[in-house]
Every structure is written in C-alpha cells, then in structure tokens.
C-alpha cells in the first residue's frame, strides 16, 4: 500500500515538474528578444528569417545600381528597371535570393511586381534547414 501511495507521490511531482518547466519554455507563440516568432523560418508573409547576430546591417550582391530606385513603387518600374533587377536575381545563387530579398527591403528598394513570383518561387524550392 505505501509504495503505491510513494509511487503516485512521486509520479504527481514529476508531472508537476514537467508542467512547470513547459510553462517556462518559449513556444512558437512566444517571440525571441529580436520580437520575431522562435520558429520563424522565413517563407511566409508575416516572418523574417535573421539570424540573432544579424542585426540592420545591409549586404549588397553586386547590385549597387538599384539603389538607384530607393522608394520606387512596386508597380511603378519600367522594362529597363525590371530587367536591371532581373539580370541581379538570375545571377544569385538560389541559396542567396532570400538574403538579397531582404537586402533590398534593407534598403527600401521594393522588387517590381513583375519579379515577385519568380523570385517567392525560387525561395519557396529552396529546403527548409531546421533552426
């Protein structure tokens, strides 16, 4: 009888532990220091994907002469514009497109209209490497 009522004892703390440090836990409701959701992974509309460490800092892919279009509506871009941008996204790597992406965002560049779906497509072949 003692070990059954130990046994119980023993089993309701260990619950009560386990409940007690899921609490504490972060979950992919919670939100890092960064103010983005843990698990973010990038590839929807409400997330980013950074790394920590990342910070605001910009990195250019030899791409220098689109800021030339800072501020330009989406769909305000000429052919000539659009191609610019085109001949930068077909030159990436398909691993580089979603830092470039964010590159430009950076930089207040928006990406022509045009140029959205072929560049979320590319994003969206790319594997999904865990965090």
């Known amino acids: 009888m003692w070990y059954l009522a130990g046994s119980i004892l023993v089993l309701g703390l260990f619950a009560a532990a386990m409940n007690l440090r899921e609490k504490r836990r972060p979950g992919p409701a919670h939100e890092a ?13 409400v997330c ?22 800072r501020g330009t509506p989406s769909d305000a871009y000429s052919e000539q514009a659009e191609d610019a941008f085109r001949e930068v996204l077909y030159t990436l790597r398909e691993s580089e497109v979603t830092a470039w992406l964010r590159s430009l965002q950076r930089r207040s560049v928006h990406l022509p209209d045009a140029l959205k779906e072929e560049a979320f497509l590319i994003v969206g072949e790319q594997p999904i490497r865990p965090h």
């Open 33 to 45: 220091a960064g103010g983005e959701p843990v698990d973010c992974c990038g590839r929807h509309a």
């Open 48 to 69: 980013d994907r950074r790394p920590a460490t990342d910070g605001d800092s910009i990195d250019y892919f030899d791409d220098e002469e689109l800021d030339a279009y």
